[in-house]
């Protein structure tokens, strides 16, 4: 009795979430509303990559040049900076650091006009840092960094996909 309870119990707890519309973050590998995009991003380093990664999960066409294609993506100001937080009040040495992603953006239809007004996406997160664990606190930096440029990425797509 108690095992068909909890079979139950689980199953109706499944269908409920799904059927609200939830799903796990980094899931939302759903189509986009274009099949195929040129990106207009010279100097981008950081998140050109990860864009390029994301469209082409999406079956998104990525094309050399801007003509015959459904959106123009114009990306410029990408910056990533560290600044120091907060320092150890006893030593002076620094326990914790902010770090920026910032890049701007337009979206632009085949023919160059603009689908709206040029967009920002601006990040800050916080990284606590112990000059004990230097090696492994650089490599959770690069994590966090990863992770900024991924929901930068992802909010792109939205925006993409939210201009029609």
């Given at each position: 009795m108690m095992k068909l309870f909890k079979t139950s119990f689980f199953?109706?707890?499944?269908?409920?979430?799904?059927?609200?519309?939830?799903?796990?973050?980094g899931s939302g590998t759903g189509k986009l509303n274009v099949s195929s995009i040129y990106?207009?991003?010279?100097?981008?380093?950081?998140?050109?990559?990860?864009?390029?990664?994301?469209?082409?999960?999406?079956d998104v066409t990525i094309s050399p040049s801007n003509e015959n294609v459904d959106r123009i993506l114009k990306l410029y100001n990408e910056n990533y900076t560290r600044r120091?937080?907060?320092?150890?009040?006893?030593?002076?040495?620094?326990?914790?650091?902010?770090?920026?992603?910032?890049?701007?953006?337009?979206?632009?239809?085949?023919?160059?006009?603009?689908?709206?007004?040029?967009?920002?996406?601006?990040?800050?997160?916080?990284?606590t840092f112990d000059p004990n664990a230097a090696l492994s606190k650089f490599d959770e930096e690069i994590l966090v960094r990863d992770d900024m440029i991924r929901s930068a990425a992802n909010s792109i797509l939205l925006r993409i996909?939210?201009?029609k």
């Amino acid at each position: 009795m108690m095992k068909l309870f909890k079979t139950s119990f689980f199953l109706i707890l499944i269908l409920s979430l799904t059927g609200c519309g939830y799903h796990l973050r980094g899931s939302g590998t759903g189509k986009l509303n274009v099949s195929s995009i040129y990106l207009d991003a010279q100097n981008i380093p950081l998140i050109k990559r990860e864009l390029s990664d994301q469209l082409a999960i999406r079956d998104v066409t990525i094309s050399p040049s801007n003509e015959n294609v459904d959106r123009i993506l114009k990306l410029y100001n990408e910056n990533y900076t560290r600044r120091v937080l907060s320092v150890d009040e006893n030593t002076g040495k620094v326990t914790e650091y902010e770090l920026e992603y910032h890049i701007s953006l337009e979206i632009l239809t085949s023919d160059g006009s603009s689908l709206a007004e040029p967009q920002e996406i601006f990040l800050i997160r916080a990284v606590t840092f112990d000059p004990n664990a230097a090696l492994s606190k650089f490599d959770e930096e690069i994590l966090v960094r990863d992770d900024m440029i991924r929901s930068a990425a992802n909010s792109i797509l939205l925006r993409i996909q939210v201009l029609k």
